[in-house]
Each structure stands twice: as structure tokens, then as C-alpha cells.
């Protein structure tokens, strides 16, 4: 019989085991994406089907479709941007992830610069459900990860949930933002949150999306390509609470290198991982889940809100025993 220590640590591994295998079954739909978005592209008229085809089924499509196109799709589709918005969401939600709740949702953020953003939900099998992306953070991700300093409306499958509201509510465009839902009227995010809690009760000038930039330098130089982009995404976080400036890089098998900023909510449990925002973005451009190369996390004050374990915690899930690879910043 076995003693009660190694049993429990064989059932243990043959947990973590399954939760492996169930996440690679899940995400192992991926493969399906193209034949999906063909599908969905189908139901759009004529014109507006030859340009999204161009645009969303190119090899180099990472859901962001810039301010030329989007209004040349708008002319042909005979529609405002945010009935546009509101129109993309089902090419969006194609990108969803979800092994769990198996419900896809899909969200288009609308930038200033009038480019347009998509987000899908994300979850993860085998961690908690508060480690999951939802659509609405992966839009807003997408877009200040490409450059936007605010986002204009955001169009979602379904009114979008306290946690949202409240992580929407950082923004430096929060006071103008329109949440855009079908057969319903833009409706301000002051509407759906008020008497909101937000940076400004906490003495917080800057919003999430304002353009900050945190001169950095590793304690340890390296300049391993990996590594500096997680250096450069923790430089331009957003951690007015915590001070603790960090970005994850990782690297697909393939080559492909993305970064994710870390980026706080006053709120505290809306804020998003730096590594939540990296695969945010490995997943829209349409990298394999299950075959990450290199993961690399930059942080500079973990005593205050170390992103370690959160990271491995999830990085387990995705690709097994792959190692974090951890470094240092400090200011310049």
C-alpha cells in the first residue's frame, strides 16, 4: 500500500497531468481559425467581403484593422464606425478561447486614431477563473500595445460585466466612452457605472493609455532580443499603485516574439498580468498556444505585487514545465 505522502503526490502529478492535456485538447481548435473566419466573412456583403478577406485572412493579420480600412469598410458596408465596430465582432470572436465556459465572446475596440482593435475571452483550464481574459481587456490591450492613448467606443457580444466596467473605467478616455451593443443605442460607460470608483479617489493623475514611458535598465544587462522586449514592455506599464513596472516576452516555437505590459486598475482585482497581455496578443497573431518557446518576466518592485507565480501558474497550463525566466529592472 502506498504511503499516504507518495500517494498524494501521485494523484498530484496525475491531476496536473489531465489539466495539461485537457488545455492542449482545448486550444488544439486554433487550427480551425481560418475556416471559421472564412465562414463568418461569407455573411458580409459583396464588397466588404473582398476587402476583409484581403485584410483578416493575410498571414500577417494580428486583429487590428488600421484607420484607411476601416473607413474604406465602412464606405462599402454603407455603415457609421460603430455599426461597423458592431459588424466585426463576429470575425472577433472567432479568436475566442474558451475551454471552460465554451461561450465566445468578442469585442472591437475603436481607437482615436479610428483604427479598430478586436478582443476575445480567454480561459485557462486547470487555474482559477480569475487568471481568464475577458473580451473587453484583450480589445484595450491590443490597441495600447499598437500605439492608441484611447479608445473611442468599444463593441461587445453582451453588456459587459462589473469587472469590466470597473477595468474600463482606468481609461484616460473613460469619461467619452461609448459601449456599443446590437439593437441597442451607444450608451456612455458613465451610464453603466455610476458613483464609479476610480485612479482619481486614490490621488492618481495618470489613466491607463496616457502616454508614460519609465526609463529602466536591467540589473544584469543582457541583450538577449527576448528579454529586452520584456524590458521595453516593462517601461511603458502602467503600475501607478504598486510600482512594480513589468512586461512579459514570449516566444513561439516558430520564432515569433510578442511582448505584454502590466496594467493596474484602481480597483486592484481588474488589473491585467503582464503575461494575460502578452498572450493577448500571441494569440492574435495566430501563434500555437501549446508550443510557447521562451517566456521572460521584467518587474521592478516585486515586493509590492510579484507577477512570478501568477505567470508559471498559467505558463503550466500552457506549455508544461517551461521555465520562467526572471529579471530585474531598476530606474535609470
Same mark, same amino acid.
Given at each position: 500500500?502506498?504511503?499516504?505522502?507518495?500517494?498524494?503526490?501521485?494523484?498530484?502529478?496525475?491531476?496536473?497531468?489531465?489539466? /495539461?492535456? =485537457?488545455?492542449?485538447?482545448?486550444?488544439?481548435?486554433? !487550427?480551425?481559425?481560418?475556416?471559421?473566419?472564412?465562414?463568418?466573412?461569407?455573411?458580409?456583403?459583396?464588397?466588404?467581403?473582398?476587402?476583409?478577406?484581403?485584410? /483578416?485572412?493575410?498571414?500577417?493579420?494580428?486583429?487590428?484593422?488600421?484607420?484607411?480600412?476601416?473607413?474604406?469598410? *465602412?464606405?462599402? +458596408?454603407? #455603415?457609421?464606425?460603430?455599426?461597423?465596430?458592431?459588424?466585426?465582432?463576429? +470575425?472577433?470572436?472567432?479568436?475566442?478561447?474558451?475551454?471552460?465556459?465554451?461561450?465566445?465572446? !468578442?469585442?472591437?475596440?475603436?481607437?482615436? *486614431?479610428?483604427?479598430?482593435?478586436? !478582443?476575445?475571452?480567454?480561459?485557462?483550464?486547470?487555474?482559477?477563473?480569475?487568471?481568464?481574459?475577458?473580451?473587453?481587456? =484583450?480589445?484595450?490591450?491590443?490597441?495600447?500595445?499598437?500605439?492608441? %492613448?484611447?479608445?473611442?467606443?468599444?463593441?461587445?457580444?453582451?453588456?459587459?460585466?462589473?469587472?469590466? $466596467?470597473?477595468?474600463?473605467?482606468?481609461? =484616460?478616455?473613460?469619461?467619452?466612452?461609448?459601449?456599443?451593443?446590437?439593437?441597442?443605442?451607444?450608451?456612455?460607460? $458613465?451610464? +453603466?457605472?455610476?458613483? =464609479?470608483?476610480?485612479?482619481?479617489?486614490?490621488?492618481?493623475?495618470?489613466?491607463?493609455?496616457?502616454? @508614460?514611458?519609465?526609463? #529602466?535598465?536591467? %540589473? %544584469?544587462? @543582457?541583450?538577449?532580443? /527576448?528579454?529586452?522586449?520584456?524590458?521595453?514592455?516593462?517601461?511603458? @506599464?502602467?503600475?501607478?499603485? *504598486?510600482?512594480?513596472?513589468?512586461?512579459?516576452?514570449?516566444? @513561439?516555437?516558430?520564432?515569433?516574439?510578442?511582448?505584454?505590459?502590466?496594467?493596474?486598475?484602481?480597483?486592484?482585482?481588474?488589473?491585467?498580468?503582464?503575461?494575460?497581455?502578452?498572450?493577448?496578443?500571441?494569440?492574435?497573431?495566430?501563434?500555437? +498556444?501549446?508550443?510557447?518557446?521562451?517566456?521572460? #518576466?521584467?518587474?521592478?518592485?516585486?515586493?509590492?505585487?510579484?507577477?512570478?507565480?501568477?505567470?508559471?501558474?498559467?505558463?503550466?497550463?500552457?506549455?508544461?514545465?517551461?521555465?520562467?525566466?526572471?529579471?530585474?529592472?531598476?530606474?535609470?
Amino acid at each position: 500500500m502506498l504511503k499516504p505522502k507518495i500517494l498524494f503526490l501521485t494523484v498530484l502529478c496525475l491531476v496536473l497531468s489531465i489539466s /495539461v492535456l =485537457a488545455a492542449g485538447t482545448a486550444l488544439a481548435d486554433q !487550427g480551425d481559425r481560418r475556416m471559421q473566419l472564412e465562414k463568418a466573412i461569407g455573411d458580409f456583403p459583396g464588397k466588404a467581403k473582398a476587402l476583409l478577406r484581403s485584410v /483578416v485572412l493575410d498571414d500577417g493579420f494580428i486583429g487590428i484593422i488600421d484607420s484607411a480600412t476601416a473607413r474604406e469598410l *465602412s464606405a462599402r +458596408l454603407g #455603415l457609421g464606425a460603430n455599426e461597423t465596430a458592431l459588424a466585426l465582432i463576429t +470575425l472577433a470572436k472567432v479568436y475566442a478561447v474558451p475551454p471552460i465556459s465554451n461561450f465566445q465572446v !468578442g469585442a472591437v475596440a475603436v481607437g482615436l *486614431s479610428g483604427a479598430m482593435y478586436f !478582443g476575445c475571452n480567454m480561459e485557462f483550464p486547470g487555474q482559477a477563473l480569475s487568471f481568464s481574459v475577458h473580451a473587453e481587456q =484583450a480589445a484595450t490591450m491590443n490597441a495600447w500595445m499598437h500605439g492608441e %492613448t484611447g479608445l473611442r467606443a468599444i463593441a461587445i457580444t453582451a453588456p459587459p460585466c462589473g469587472y469590466c $466596467r470597473q477595468f474600463l473605467n482606468e481609461l =484616460a478616455t473613460a469619461d467619452d466612452l461609448e459601449i456599443l451593443l446590437r439593437d441597442a443605442p451607444p450608451t456612455p460607460l $458613465r451610464v +453603466l457605472l455610476p458613483e =464609479a470608483f476610480g485612479p482619481t479617489d486614490l490621488g492618481m493623475e495618470l489613466r491607463l493609455m496616457d502616454e @508614460s514611458v519609465q526609463p #529602466l535598465r536591467l %540589473t %544584469t544587462p @543582457s541583450d538577449d532580443k /527576448v528579454v529586452l522586449a520584456a524590458l521595453a514592455a516593462a517601461s511603458t @506599464s502602467y503600475a501607478p499603485y *504598486s510600482g512594480n513596472h513589468a512586461g512579459v516576452a514570449i516566444e @513561439s516555437a516558430k520564432g515569433v516574439i510578442v511582448s505584454g505590459r502590466y496594467a493596474e486598475n484602481a480597483a486592484y482585482n481588474p488589473s491585467m498580468s503582464p503575461l494575460a497581455a502578452a498572450l493577448v496578443l500571441y494569440n492574435f497573431a495566430n501563434q500555437d +498556444l501549446r508550443r510557447i518557446k521562451r517566456a521572460v #518576466l521584467v518587474q521592478t518592485n516585486p515586493v509590492s505585487a510579484n507577477q512570478r507565480d501568477a505567470a508559471k501558474a498559467v505558463l503550466f497550463v500552457l506549455a508544461g514545465n517551461l521555465e520562467l525566466e526572471e529579471y530585474a529592472a531598476v530606474g535609470e
